[in-house]
């Protein structure tokens, strides 16, 4: 998870940026799918190195589905998730 390309553009991120891509999540101009925020909400208290050895699939998984056991076979949504976040990364940042 460490080592996923979101990550490494979220390391890239000042404070400011960290602040500004929030708003840019949850505008519905550029994010006309899913609710990102509870996603960034989990990764923010990461920035800036996300080096705990807490950050994992598993530990995002059970924040944000607190009721569902975590099975690595059904991190498929998981992991949809963390793609789009990673699309929408790339594109704040040519923005």
């Known amino acids: 998870m460490k080592n996923s390309k979101l990550i490494s553009i979220l390391k890239t991120f000042s404070k400011e ?33 996300f080096s705990s050895p807490d950050l994992s699939e598993e530990y995002i998984y059970k924040k944000l589905y607190p009721k569902e056991k975590y099975d690595k076979k059904k991190t498929s949504t998981l992991r949809s998730m963390l793609s789009r976040m990673n699309e929408m990364a790339e594109k704040y940042l040519a923005i």
Do not use: A, D, T
Not at 28 to 43: A, I, S, T, W
């Open 17 to 49: 940026e960290m602040k500004e891509f929030e708003k840019f999540i949850v505008s519905p101009f550029f994010n006309k799918g899913r609710n990102y925020l509870p996603l960034y909400k989990v990764l923010k208290p990461f920035h800036p190195e």
